[in-house]
């Protein structure tokens, strides 16, 4: 009997910043699997993915309600033809309470990947308990990145593919300071950039990578554009992911000012690739072991900026040896060993 994995996505785009990974993590959980079918909420492009893995979604453009109506028509075809023991929701858990129609009717079971605080209110915070309630297993990225507790809930770590952000750093400075993130207020951009401004560093820049994702999200781009315009600020748009490397290499510090449960990506890859974070989540305290580059407001953020700014190579390269820059527990190539009790 073949062995095939129904798997909900909230969005695929190769050449996006933010969301590029996810073909990484579709192709290794693939490994796994005869078959992967993938129901996209939104679709960019379809990316090169193993032969195991067939993509189905509706391009960017259209409204709400047609990828909804889309997504239910599909997800009736593929568990009419198809025999699902499990399905994977990774980041939507929108696709769970839509699809749990299906997903009862063929006796399917789900396990939701999320690594968010969550909204604070409103009908996503009902939309995620729904979700959190009709899924047998969740999984989570750290302690704080998902907002309800049980014991269906496992802290497994994050997947970031180390092979490619690999970079062994031989000399450091305080010099080129960048802001890798998704431009949303929920990640405290303008606490980042106020630090970097109000901190010793009077002859760098900063340069922020990544864009807006939604509406509220541009709406909140176009102000911070306005807002620090004329600065020693610079806004350089998304990147495409694969080529984040070789970017990432040309600079020497990393700002990440969300809060706790933001388990973000973004610090793992910049540290994998040799840079110095400075950081408010305290859940990656266990990877730095260090509160040399831990912050909890902005105040201290221009402390940190300005102590850390204060070290020599020798003296930044022995703090960043207690740093467990191995990563195990958040590589893509132990994601599946991590993800087998759930799925």
Known sequence: MSKNLLYFNLAIDEKDTSLGFTVDWLNTIAEDFDQVDVISLRVNGIPKVNDSVK??????GKNRISKYIYFLKKLRKLTKEKNYERCFSHMSPISVVLGK???????IKTTLWFTHPGPKIGLKKLILYLAFLFSENVVTASENSFPFSGRKVATIG??????LFNN????YSVDKILVLSRISKSKNIEMSINGFLNSDLKNSSIDIIGGPLNKKDKEYFERLKIQYKDKRVNFLGKVTHKDLPKILAKYDVHINSAGNGFFDKSVLETLSCGLINIYRNNDFNYIFKNSKFNFKNEQQLVEKINEVSKLNSEELEKVFKTIDKSLKDNSLSTLNQRLRNYL
């Open 55 to 60: 993509i189905y979604g509706l391009e960017n």
């Open 158 to 163: 994050h997947s970031i593919n180390l092979d």
């Open 168 to 171: 062994n750093k031989k000399m």
């Open 101 to 107: 129609f299906f997903l009862v009717r063929h006796k």
